[in-house]
């Protein structure tokens, strides 16, 4: 399946965003993977207004339920761990507001990843539950929001 699937995301310019521009691939922590494909995008946008970023990443968002959906459907797995554009999307979300420089970069991206694969209450419930697309983005939207609160909290009470 491993060589068929490769050749389906090369194949199809969705499919190909959908699995992180190959990332998802990954044998190894694909969605750790696609995680960092998200640090370069991050940097195309970091230097936007907060509402410029917001729309950006609303925009990222609303396509990658439609990406997702349509990427689950093609290859028949329901949130298959290649398919990244969700944990993109999800650190978008981390780092939105986030303060400036590698440090905040590495603080958020273990959150993330914390929050992505614990999957504390609702996320578990939801990304058990809700289908297509938008169950695949759900659950990483949720890890995104939690990571951000969290890193907001290191960052304003000073504790890094």
């Known amino acids: 399946m491993q060589k068929d699937l490769v050749r389906k995301v090369f194949s199809h310019p969705i499919y190909l965003i959908a699995f992180g521009f190959g990332a998802g691939l990954s044998p190894f922590a694909p969605g750790t993977c696609g995680t960092l494909v998200a640090i370069p995008l991050y940097y195309l946008i970091h230097s936007l207004s907060l509402i410029h970023y917001g729309l950006v990443l609303l925009v990222a968002i609303l396509l990658g339920i439609w990406i997702c959906d349509v990427t689950e459907r093609g290859i028949g797995v329901h949130d298959y761990s290649g398919i990244v554009w969700d944990e993109i999307c999800g650190f978008g979300l981390t780092l939105f507001a986030a303060p400036k420089g590698w440090l905040w970069i590495a603080i958020g991206f273990v959150l ?48 890094f």
């Open 112 to 159: 993330f990843r914390l929050f992505d694969i614990v999957k504390p209450w609702p996320i578990a419930m939801i990304d058990r539950k809700m289908p297509g697309g938008l169950g695949v983005m759900v659950d990483d939207l949720m890890a995104g929001v939690y990571a951000w609160i969290v890193l907001q909290l290191i960052y304003h009470f000073h504790l």
